[in-house]
Each structure stands twice: as C-alpha cells, then as structure tokens.
Nanobody, 115 residues
Framework: VQLQASGGGLVQAGESLSLSCKVSGSTRSINVIRWYRRAPGKQRELVAG???????TYTDAVKGRFTISRDNAKNMVYLQMNSLKPEDTAVYYCNAYDRWSKEYWGQGTQVTVSS
C-alpha cells in the first residue's frame, strides 16, 4: 500500500484548503485512513479519520471546520479544511491501517496559515 498526500499550501486565516490522499496498492485491505499533523516543536496529532464504512472522527480542535471524506471507487481520501487558523499550520500526513493492523504512512504536505 502506498499513500500520496497533496494539496498543501499557503493561505490566510479564514481561508480554505483541500488535501488529497491517493491510496494505491492493496487498497481493498485498508480499513481506516487518518490524517495527522505535526506542527513545529509539537508532537504529531491525529486530526481526523474515516473507516471503510464511512464513519468519521475528528479531534476537537477541528470539529466543525474540517471534513474528511473517502471515495473508495477512486481510492482517494480528502480533508476539506475551512476557516483555517494560524494554529492549523503543520505538515499533514495521511495514514492507513489494513485489516492485519499494518500501518502505512504517506509523505507530508505543508499547510501554512498566515494571520
């Protein structure tokens, strides 16, 4: 399984960005796909997750602003980020677990929100 994240960039506070994660390889084995982020000087943080059945979870800091979605037909996972804040600045990573609990990581994509 390979994960490729894209869509990061530089935006101003209050603006939106959409991240994409392309999943390739043994995609049918994937159960959960999550977005994590790591801000400078901080530990990695779980942002949102989506199961193969479409159930979603979010960290409190992004609830109501971020939306994770999954297109199984296209093997894509998206993270729509609205009302961005400077504290959302981080490198965002997509992550997946397969049915055997093996973990996969994609490369990060930088999101920078200016005030």
């Amino acid at each position: 399984v390979q994960l490729q994240a894209s869509g990061g960039g530089l935006v101003q506070a209050g603006e939106s960005l959409s991240l994409s994660c392309k999943v390739s390889g043994s995609t049918r084995s994937i159960n959960v796909i999550r977005w994590y982020r790591r801000a400078p000087g901080k530990q990695r943080e779980l942002v949102a997750g989506v199961t193969s059945g479409g159930s979603t979870t979010y960290t409190d800091a992004v609830k109501g602003r971020f939306t994770i979605s999954r297109d199984n037909a296209k093997n894509m996972v998206y993270l729509q980020m609205n009302s961005l804040k400077p504290e959302d600045t981080a490198v965002y990573y997509c992550n997946a677990y397969d049915r055997w609990s093996k973990e996969y990581w994609g490369q990060g994509t930088q999101v920078t929100v200016s005030s």
